[in-house]
């Protein structure tokens, strides 16, 4: 019982903490739009990092990886983690940058108004927010189901599914619907915070509880030495691994809340700083991510399919005492509520701006904004409390899901010749053949349902660009002019 | 060396990162490195210390400063 206190202190801290921060941003922020929805775009090197990192730890990263590498081995860090070393800095460069000139010479607050204006198309924009509706629910709803399976873990049963994953949509509620974005990436550096140097620490404190690293890694592969071989298991055969590096590098960039954080940069030099943080940042993430789903083999052996993504719970549970694990509880609920903020504020974002009628005052945007958080919130919360699949396979739908908005994104504000016409070719053809070739209708030829979808959608948007009328130059211009004369201000 | 020949030379070494990417290595009952590391988490640990040269070469010569 006073272990229980202990942990609930811990945790009760933490929320104050953060809903503290959430207030003094709270008082910052005028009525605006572009202050509540932009954080008035002057995020700086840190805090965009932090934003922009904060969003990317997920209970994917924290439950789900521990849980596929307790399966399948150390193959699981190549799979998932190398590949957006490079692919998020290169996305952020070719797609994130001119999009945040453009965003800012238009005004655009959320992706969906940015593609409205380049293609003169107020249904365009109601289109990309259904499509970024459709994949960001269940993805909010893996991270919700994490937090809820961690603290069910370590209460030891006291605090159930339903009433951790309510407590946390509530507490994120309240500081997200109040402080806007300016709230949701103050608290993400507090959150990044936590969560790194929780996790770095439990990962030094539980392998030396295991003997330390040498002796764990070897116990690991004299008893399941096919942990440490190359897989040829259904996700790993060159196909499929060719065709997951590309969802993986590609999806970061069309996460909506991902875009509107770049959107919300001060300059330049804080979207490079954010590119070159990323690696150091990202290998701290997931190399413990990984390898505690390796350990977890040899201290709680026998899990059998989504069960293995209670590992990093349990394994906090058997080596760390009740103060850390109130700290673990405190890091994934870190986890959860820095990327649950910004997909709440973007959804509600993209419904005021892009969905209601454009004559609503931006008060009046900013009440509604509020009033839709709560309801994406009640939503989310039915379906977490039916216990979804595994967190991997919710959220690789998700990842599969984004990856076919990317070459909107990209062709959008790089080819000129791209039509409204197309660019809805892109988006229906590229989610009908992925969901074709997720429902298994279609034949995979060894490759995955997002090599497939991505494919689609390049045809899409090239066949359906090329055999429609050129948009007006004029309607173009809005969002391609500010890049051409941003590149013409470089070449001088 | 022009700006377009930097470009083109980045994109080629990217092209080889991305090719390299699809190797995979198994233990084959050798020895951890180090005592701990398995080989292909070796490799991989090398990879993300090659794409970060790249991300640095990117974002410190070929990404506009003016913004």
């Given at each position: 019982?006073?272990?229980?206190?202990?942990?609930?202190?811990?945790?009760?801290?933490?929320?104050?903490?953060?809903?503290?921060?959430?207030?003094?941003?709270?008082?910052?922020?005028?009525?605006?739009?572009?202050?509540?929805?932009?954080?008035?775009?002057?995020?700086?090197?840190?805090?965009?990092?932090?934003?922009?990192?904060?969003?990317?730890?997920?209970?994917?990263?924290?439950?789900?990886?521990?849980?596929?590498?307790?399966?399948?081995?150390?193959?699981?860090?190549?799979?998932?983690?190398?590949?957006?070393?490079?692919?998020?800095?290169?996305?952020?460069?070719?797609?994130?940058?001119?999009?945040?000139?453009?965003?800012?010479?238009?005004?655009?607050?959320?992706?969906?108004?940015?593609?409205?204006?380049?293609?003169?198309?107020?249904?365009?924009?109601?289109?990309?927010?259904?499509?970024?509706?459709?994949?960001?629910?269940?993805?909010?709803?893996?991270?919700?189901?994490?937090?809820?399976?961690?603290?069910?873990?370590?209460?030891?049963?006291?605090?159930?599914?339903?009433?951790?994953?309510?407590?946390?949509?509530?507490?994120?509620?309240?500081?997200?619907?109040?402080?806007?974005?300016?709230?949701?990436?103050?608290?993400?550096?507090?959150?990044?915070?936590?969560?790194?140097?929780?996790?770095?620490?439990?990962?030094?404190?539980?392998?030396?509880?295991?003997?330390?690293?040498?002796?764990?890694?070897?116990?690991?592969?004299?008893?399941?030495?096919?942990?440490?071989?190359?897989?040829?298991?259904?996700?790993?055969?060159?196909?499929?691994?060719?065709?997951?590096?590309?969802?993986?590098?590609?999806?970061?960039?069309?996460?909506?809340?991902?875009?509107?954080?770049?959107?919300?940069?001060?300059?330049?030099?804080?979207?490079?700083?954010?590119?070159?943080?990323?690696?150091?940042?990202?290998?701290?993430?997931?190399?413990?991510?990984?390898?505690?789903?390796?350990?977890?083999?040899?201290?709680?052996?026998?899990?059998?399919?989504?069960?293995?993504?209670?590992?990093?719970?349990?394994?906090?549970?058997?080596?760390?005492?009740?103060?850390?694990?109130?700290?673990?509880?405190?890091?994934?609920?870190?986890?959860?509520?820095?990327?649950?903020?910004?997909?709440?504020?973007?959804?509600?974002?993209?419904?005021?701006?892009?969905?209601?009628?454009?004559?609503?005052?931006?008060?009046?945007?900013?009440?509604?904004?509020?009033?839709?958080?709560?309801?994406?919130?009640?939503?989310?919360?039915?379906?977490?409390?039916?216990?979804?699949?595994?967190?991997?396979?919710?959220?690789?739908?998700?990842?599969?899901?984004?990856?076919?908005?990317?070459?909107?994104?990209?062709?959008?504000?790089?080819?000129?010749?791209?039509?409204v016409v197309g660019a809805t070719c892109s988006l229906l053809l590229g989610n009908a053949v992925l969901l074709a070739s997720w429902l298994e209708w279609l034949p995979s030829l060894g490759l995955l349902p997002v090599a497939w979808g991505l494919m689609a959608a390049i045809v899409g948007a090239v066949v359906g660009s090329l055999l429609s009328r050129p948009t007006d130059p004029a309607v173009a211009a809005v969002v391609l002019g500010p890049l051409r004369?941003?590149?013409?201000?470089?070449?001088? | 060396?022009?700006?377009?020949?930097?470009?083109?030379?980045?994109?080629?070494?990217?092209?080889?990162?991305?090719?390299?990417?699809?190797?995979?290595?198994?233990?084959?009952?050798?020895?951890?490195?180090?005592?701990?590391?398995?080989?292909?988490?070796?490799?991989?640990?090398?990879?993300?210390?090659?794409?970060?040269?790249?991300?640095?070469?990117?974002?410190?010569?070929?990404?506009?400063?003016?913004?």
């Amino acid at each position: 019982m006073q272990a229980n206190a202990i942990r609930i202190a811990v945790v009760v801290a933490y929320f104050v903490i953060v809903l503290i921060i959430g207030a003094v941003a709270y008082r910052r922020t005028t009525a605006t739009a572009e202050d509540y929805f932009m954080g008035g775009r002057s995020a700086r090197s840190l805090v965009l990092f932090m934003a922009l990192f904060g969003t990317n730890i997920t209970p994917f990263v924290l439950m789900g990886i521990p849980g596929l590498a307790y399966h399948h081995g150390i193959v699981v860090f190549g799979h998932n983690a190398a590949i957006v070393v490079l692919g998020i800095p290169l996305t952020f460069w070719l797609i994130g940058y001119p999009a945040w000139i453009a965003a800012k010479a238009t005004g655009s607050l959320t992706p969906a108004e940015l593609y409205a204006k380049r293609f003169g198309s107020r249904r365009f924009g109601w289109l990309m927010f259904a499509v970024f509706f459709v994949y960001t629910v269940p993805y909010m709803v893996t991270a919700v189901f994490g937090v809820g399976l961690a603290v069910d873990v370590l209460s030891e049963g006291q605090i159930g599914l339903a009433e951790a994953s309510a407590g946390i949509l509530v507490i994120t509620l309240i500081y997200t619907s109040l402080g806007g974005m300016r709230a949701t990436m103050w608290t993400n550096v507090f959150q990044g915070g936590v969560f790194l140097g929780f996790s770095l620490l439990a990962f030094v404190l539980i392998a030396r509880d295991l003997g330390g690293l040498a002796t764990i890694m070897q116990e690991v592969q004299q008893r399941t030495p096919a942990l440490f071989e190359r897989s040829e298991a259904p996700p790993f055969q060159t196909g499929a691994w060719a065709s997951w590096a590309l969802a993986i590098a590609l999806t970061v960039i069309a996460f909506p809340h991902m875009m509107v954080r770049v959107f919300a940069a001060a300059d330049p030099t804080a979207l490079k700083n954010a590119c070159r943080f990323y690696p150091l940042a990202m290998v701290l993430l997931w190399v413990p991510a990984v390898l505690f789903g390796i350990w977890g083999t040899v201290e709680i052996p026998g899990l059998v399919g989504k069960q293995s993504d209670r590992i990093f719970p349990l394994l906090v549970l058997n080596h760390l005492g009740p103060t850390l694990q109130g700290l673990a509880v405190a890091s994934i609920l870190a986890a959860v509520m820095s990327t649950l903020d910004a997909q709440l504020l973007t959804l509600s974002s993209m419904l005021t701006r892009d969905v209601l009628p454009t004559r609503i005052d931006e008060r009046m945007q900013v009440r509604i904004s509020q009033l839709f958080v709560v309801v994406i919130a009640v939503i989310t919360w039915l379906i977490v409390i039916q216990e979804p699949a595994s967190i991997f396979t919710v959220a690789s739908l998700s990842f599969s899901g984004y990856v076919t908005v990317v070459p909107t994104l990209l062709l959008g504000l790089r080819w000129a010749r791209f039509t409204v016409v197309g660019a809805t070719c892109s988006l229906l053809l590229g989610n009908a053949v992925l969901l074709a070739s997720w429902l298994e209708w279609l034949p995979s030829l060894g490759l995955l349902p997002v090599a497939w979808g991505l494919m689609a959608a390049i045809v899409g948007a090239v066949v359906g660009s090329l055999l429609s009328r050129p948009t007006d130059p004029a309607v173009a211009a809005v969002v391609l002019g500010p890049l051409r004369d941003r590149a013409a201000k470089i070449s001088t | 060396m022009s700006r377009r020949s930097e470009l083109v030379l980045f994109w080629v070494a990217v092209a080889i990162l991305l090719a390299t990417h699809m190797l995979r290595f198994g233990q084959a009952g050798q020895p951890l490195w180090f005592g701990w590391m398995p080989v292909d988490f070796g490799f991989r640990l090398a990879w993300v210390a090659a794409a970060t040269v790249l991300v640095f070469w990117m974002t410190g010569r070929l990404w506009p400063d003016r913004g």
